[in-house]
């Protein structure tokens, strides 16, 4: 079964750190870009970060560039996004993405959701005093 299931999301205070786990199964990394977006009530999916397939490769948005890092796991199973310095403008609920994106070492974000065939269902992360 392909599933992609995030977690490690919470209640942070402001400058406080979180790290959000996307777990993935069925489906083979080298395969598939990975994205983290992530989503308010009442606004569009922003993609802030990915990571190729082939790695190292990967972007960030301007939102949370110097910040927030990207990683997987040496067995390729886990896609991982330490967010450090958060801010509550970074409140929202995190999801990752696949999208097919067969040996490539570098990565985009691509903001068009249609691309992606494969969405975990979301993690709330919380920065607030």
């Known amino acids: 079964q392909r599933q992609l299931v995030e977690s490690g999301g919470g209640l942070v205070q402001p400058g406080g750190s979180l790290r959000l786990s996307c777990a993935i199964s069925?489906?083979?990394?080298?395969?598939?870009?990975v994205a983290w977006f992530r989503q308010d009530p009442g606004k569009e999916r922003e993609g802030i970060s990915c990571?190729?397939?082939?790695?190292?490769?990967?972007a960030y948005g301007d939102s949370v560039k110097g910040r927030f890092t990207i990683s997987r796991d040496s067995a390729g199973n886990t896609v991982y996004l330490q967010m450090n310095n958060l801010k509550p403008e970074d409140t929202s609920v995190y999801y990752c993405?696949?999208?097919?994106?067969?040996?490539?070492?570098?990565?985009?974000?691509?903001?068009?959701?249609?691309?992606?065939?494969?969405w975990g269902r979301g993690t709330q992360v919380t920065v607030s005093s």
């Open positions: 993405a696949a999208r097919w994106a067969p040996n490539l070492s570098f990565c985009a974000i691509v903001q068009d959701q249609r691309r992606y065939a494969y």
């Open positions: 069925g489906l083979r990394l080298t395969d598939y870009i």
């Open positions: 990571i190729s397939s082939k790695g190292p490769g990967t």
